[in-house]
């Protein structure tokens, strides 16, 4: 986990997965495949491995190990909910963020689809847990519209043309929780 983020709506990082598959055309703008990909081949750095898909199940307690609270960016490096992410994995990682409720976790998608299928089939109990902010990443109207009705926040980055206008009134008591 990384104590700090240049992410302006978040103070932390976790990333209990690293790399990512391409899904849609936002995924050619990727700032995290362009930061690990830096450090490819780099001995002992933790994305010497660039951006390619794996989990790393060393980096799942971290947030019980910090006792202040924060707003954390649950896979700044990856998508939790890719096809790659064995579901008993994301249960962990749900597991975690149930326990370590102290801090706010916000986890964005472009996988909608799975995030609601594995949501919904889980006893989460997500509306108990106001901490876990779960949001789909909007980058056109194509690709953002069908996100939307798995919905929750709604990032529109990278925003590669204007959006038109979207149906929000679900969104509302998450919007005033990150604006």
């Known amino acids: 986990m990384s104590d ?3 992410i302006e709506w978040t103070d932390a990082t976790w990333n209990p997965v690293r790399g990512c598959t391409k899904i849609s055309p936002g995924c050619k ?9 830096r450090f490819r081949d780099v001995p002992g750095h933790a ?14 307690n971290e947030p019980l190990m910090w006792s202040r609270s924060r707003r ?3 896979n700044s490096m990856s998508d939790l909910f890719q096809q790659s992410v064995p579901s008993t994995y994301i249960d962990s990682v749900f597991a975690v963020m149930s326990r370590a409720n102290w ?4 986890v964005l998608t472009k996988r909608s689809n799975r995030m609601q299928r594995l949501i919904s089939s889980r006893d989460f109990r997500l509306e108990e847990k106001e901490h876990i902010w779960l949001g789909v990443s909007v980058e ?3 690709f953002g519209l069908p996100r939307i009705a798995a919905r929750v926040s709604l990032p529109f980055e990278p925003l590669l043309q204007p959006s ?8 509302s008591k998450t919007l005033d929780r990150w604006i």
Do not use: M, W
């Open 103 to 106: 801090h706010s976790y916000q």
């Open 72 to 74: 954390i960016f649950v």
């Open 29 to 37: 703008h990727c700032y995290a495949e362009t930061f690990a990909e």
């Open 47 to 60: 994305y010497e491995h660039g951006f390619d898909f794996r989990l790393v199940p060393h980096k799942l």
């Open 4 to 6: 700090g983020s240049s």
């Open 140 to 142: 056109d109207r194509k």
């Open 164 to 171: 038109g206008s979207y149906p929000l009134n679900h969104c």
